[in-house]
DNA sequence: GGCTACATGTAAGCGGTTACATGATTTA
DNA sequence: TAAATCATGTAACCGCTTACATGTAGCC
């Protein structure tokens, strides 16, 4: 089974969501380290609903307009624990365009480099200070045991990450310098 | 332009190669943020020779192995040339699942999610032991017109990457066990 | 009345993986 | 002579993106 299909699963334990919903999701909180459009999203929920893992409820919102509330079925909560307990292999480095880019860089002439590597530190500079005042809604790490505790150990990775992509950048601009 | 067809006509700039030699190459130093499977390399290529990006020569190993040795041709390198000096927006940040389980793991219980935090861990550490292994080959930093500049760049973020991910999975570690 | 947000779907196509398929060369 | 490596290809399928397609509800 799909690694999506996981993640809606998990959505869902936390609050049943109608498919746009599940979008809007998909889009904010979760996109720091998962995504997926709602085009791929109805197709999964109704394969879901085949399976047997989610089951929905029609709502009439205003007149005729009907929306589909999602929810785990016991199946879906115990296929979701099973996966959660499932230990994972390290991924495989993802791929990185820009790295790429850097790795036949020699190509170039030193001020090409270091305007490239500079157009990165700055974008991830902003990306930076998007996650950190997101970490300052926390005035404290909180209970080990709620969700929130869980979002803030991803969101620290996310810092984290890209305080030390930040650090790289400043570092490679300083040695294509030096010389 | 996919960009396989980028990181295929950057290595060919090194070097003429085979299809075979390309996807070792796959393989081995640009595996740390790119890579792909002879199925897909072999039909690259015959599209890139239609594109006059890329030619060939016919060479026989032994009595009658052929193999066809690629090369960039003018506009191949032109085409290089164009997408190095190209200005990136920073990638979105990437699918993780470990992460999507971490994001669920309010569901564990403590001892579980120390443990599947601890089995990240060790497979972090060992990776960046592969790394700096790697970067010892180094005893100085390359002269920065060299291609072994390029890839000294691209090995240190490989190692600054997975020694915070070290640092975050201990941290992280901690602060399950504080409570 | 018009705009934005809510709400749900399908189709075409791309990049990539896995598996199928074949055969020559080198080395132990 | 058997196994590993060299060498080149194709087919089916999957996950995902982009685009197509439709209609309602709420707000100014």
């Known amino acids: 089974m799909s690694t999506l299909k996981y993640a809606i699963l998990g959505l869902l334990s936390k609050k049943s969501m109608t498919g746009y919903e599940l979008t809007k999701e998909f889009n904010t909180s979760v996109c720091?380290?998962?995504?997926?459009?709602?085009?791929?999203?109805?197709?999964?929920?109704?394969?879901?609903?085949?399976?047997?893992?989610?089951?929905?409820?029609?709502?009439i919102t205003g007149t005729c307009l009907e929306k589909k509330l999602y929810s785990l079925t016991e199946e879906g909560h115990e296929a979701l624990m099973k996966w959660l307990k499932k230990p994972?292999?390290?991924?495989?480095?993802?791929?990185?365009?820009?790295?790429?880019?850097?790795?036949?860089?020699?190509?170039?002439?030193?001020?090409?480099?270091?305007?490239?590597?500079?157009?990165?530190?700055?974008?991830h500079q902003a990306r930076l200070q998007f996650l950190q005042n997101y970490?300052?809604?926390?005035?404290?790490?909180?209970?080990?045991?709620?969700d929130q505790f869980s979002e803030y150990m991803v969101l620290l990775y996310g810092i984290m990450r890209e305080e030390?992509?930040?650090?790289?950048?400043?570092?490679?601009?300083?040695?294509?310098r030096a010389e």
């Open 88 to 123: 994972l292999r390290m991924a495989h480095t993802p791929k990185d365009e820009f790295r790429l880019q850097l790795f036949f860089s020699h190509n170039l002439s030193p001020e090409e480099r270091v305007h490239m590597l500079e157009f990165q530190l700055i974008q």
């Open 32 to 59: 720091e380290f998962w995504n997926a459009r709602h085009s791929q999203i109805y197709p999964e929920l109704h394969q879901l609903t085949e399976e047997n893992l989610v089951k929905y409820e029609v709502e």
């Open 135 to 146: 970490q300052e809604k926390y005035d404290s790490i909180p209970p080990a045991n709620t």
């Open 164 to 176: 030390t992509s930040c650090e790289w950048l400043k570092k490679c601009i300083c040695m294509c």
